[in-house]
């Protein structure tokens, strides 16, 4: 297949991405990729400010779980998207940013906007690429997207310099993968510790976080709840993965938000963090009492033990560990005793709830 140049080749990538929606803020640099998105499948929604399209890219993202694409112009256009990729990349957000640059042949010559962004944003973002051959721009998007919503997501930087997307293909032989990636890590061994160990367990309370809903297992967790009785709090993009209205849902798991949590966390004697991080939430892991047996559940091995120490480490996708848990509970007959055992701590934590929020009403009387 020929393309008239490197922008029709990443227009026609970004299409067989099934990409709806980019949103931008026009420049010279890109423009050889406009021209080729003009009456097509994919909408463009130009903004006043590159800021305000990569924010909008993020909560594209965090809404549809699909990742959210930008696209800018080189040099003051790319400095003005920083911001929210270091947002992103703090939330953990499956986002790619595509860049316009000066010309490969023009670098070091004092052409327009010419800068070093790729050094710039690199420290910022899960991975950065910089195409140089215009034949394999469909394989760098590829990469791009497939590095941006595979394991833990996050936002991922693409460069197309100028020079890459005006140059003619003709019958170039072209790379053109389309790669997806449908397994999700479990744990088996670690399902079995994690059922012992609330077996064990008096005031278990469970944690879900993003990594719940970038999986799509609030139904999973749903489940689980309601077979084992585990109270369930929820922060981030993990709230409403089960309704905050649920009798096992006690809402955001932050120490300083009205209700249950603060007690929760420093009664408790079992803590599941499933897909969320020990971050300044958590007073780094302090807020949790010192004598609760800690386990954590990640997509990212890396991410385990950061900032406390913890009895149980599983690597895993959020909704494959929750699904395989809930089985093993009903193959191990033990949803009754769970529930029967847990049943107090869920009462207790009721009380407290209420009585949390009427004190912090009080306060506005």
């Given at each position: 297949?020929?393309?008239?140049?490197?922008?029709?080749?990443?227009?026609?990538?970004?299409?067989?991405?099934?990409?709806?929606?980019?949103?931008?803020?026009?420049?010279?640099?890109?423009?050889?990729?406009?021209?080729?998105?003009?009456?097509?499948?994919?909408?463009?929604?130009?903004?006043?400010?590159?800021?305000?399209?990569?924010?909008?890219?993020?909560?594209?993202?965090?809404?549809?779980?699909?990742?959210?694409?930008?696209?800018?112009?080189?040099?003051?256009?790319?400095?003005?998207?920083?911001?929210?990729?270091?947002?992103?990349?703090?939330?953990?957000?499956?986002?790619?940013?595509?860049?316009?640059?000066?010309?490969?042949?023009?670098?070091?010559?004092?052409?327009?906007?010419?800068?070093?962004?790729?050094?710039?944003?690199?420290?910022?973002?899960?991975?950065?690429?910089?195409?140089?051959?215009?034949?394999?721009?469909?394989?760098?998007?590829?990469?791009?997207?497939?590095?941006?919503?595979?394991?833990?997501?996050?936002?991922?930087?693409?460069?197309?310099?100028?020079?890459?997307?005006?140059?003619?293909?003709?019958?170039?032989?072209?790379?053109?993968?389309?790669?997806?990636?449908?397994?999700?890590?479990?744990?088996?061994?670690?399902?079995?510790?994690?059922?012992?160990?609330?077996?064990?367990?008096?005031?278990?309370?469970?944690?879900?976080?993003?990594?719940?809903?970038?999986?799509?297992?609030?139904?999973?967790?749903?489940?689980?709840?309601?077979?084992?009785?585990?109270?369930?709090?929820?922060?981030?993009?993990?709230?409403?993965?089960?309704?905050?209205?649920?009798?096992?849902?006690?809402?955001?798991?932050?120490?300083?938000?009205?209700?249950?949590?603060?007690?929760?966390?420093?009664?408790?004697?079992?803590?599941?963090?499933?897909?969320?991080?020990?971050?300044?939430?958590?007073?780094?892991?302090?807020?949790?009492?010192?004598?609760?047996?800690?386990?954590?559940?990640?997509?990212?091995?890396?991410?385990?033990?950061?900032?406390?120490?913890?009895?149980?480490?599983?690597?895993?996708?959020?909704?494959?560990l929750l699904e395989a848990l809930s089985q093993r509970i009903e193959d191990r007959n033990l949803s009754a005793t769970l529930k029967e055992r847990f049943a107090p701590w869920v009462t207790v934590l009721h009380n407290q709830d209420q009585k949390g929020k009427a004190e912090a009403g009080a306060q506005w009387e």
């Open positions: 297949m020929s393309f008239k140049n490197g922008g029709e080749l990443a227009a026609r990538a970004l299409a067989d991405q099934g990409v709806k929606l980019i949103y931008t803020l026009s420049g010279g640099h890109i423009t050889p990729i406009y021209q080729f998105l003009e009456n097509g499948p994919i909408t463009l929604f130009d903004t006043r400010h590159e800021q305000a399209a990569v924010f909008m890219a993020d909560a594209h993202a965090r809404l549809t779980r699909e990742p959210g694409v930008a696209m800018v112009t080189a040099g003051p256009g790319f400095t003005n998207a920083l911001t929210p990729i270091a947002s992103a990349r703090m939330a953990l957000t499956p986002l790619v940013l595509i860049s316009g640059a000066v010309g490969l042949e023009s670098r070091e010559k004092l052409d327009l906007q010419d800068m070093h962004q790729r050094a710039v944003i690199e420290p910022m973002v899960k991975r950065a690429f910089v195409c140089h051959k215009p034949e394999r721009i469909a394989e760098y998007v590829d990469m791009a997207f497939r590095t941006a919503t595979t394991g833990r997501p996050g936002p991922v930087y693409l460069e197309l310099p100028v020079d890459v997307l005006n140059a003619p293909l003709g019958e170039t032989e072209i790379r053109a993968p389309r790669t997806q990636v449908q397994s999700k890590p479990m744990d088996p061994a670690g399902v079995e510790a994690l059922i012992d160990l609330l077996g064990q367990a008096e005031r278990p309370v469970m944690v879900a976080g993003s990594g719940v809903w970038y999986s799509d297992g609030g139904n999973a967790l749903t489940a689980l709840a309601e077979k084992a009785g585990l109270p369930v709090f929820t922060v981030n993009s993990g709230r409403g993965t089960i309704p905050d209205g649920h009798p096992l849902c006690f809402e955001s798991a932050v120490a300083i938000r009205p209700g249950a949590a603060l007690f929760a966390h420093l009664s408790t004697d079992l803590v599941i963090l499933v897909g969320t991080r020990v971050s300044l939430y958590y007073i780094f892991g302090d807020v949790f009492n010192p004598g609760a047996k800690m386990v954590q559940v990640d997509i990212e091995p890396e991410e385990i033990g950061r900032n406390r120490r913890v009895d149980l480490g599983i690597h895993a996708d959020a909704r494959a």
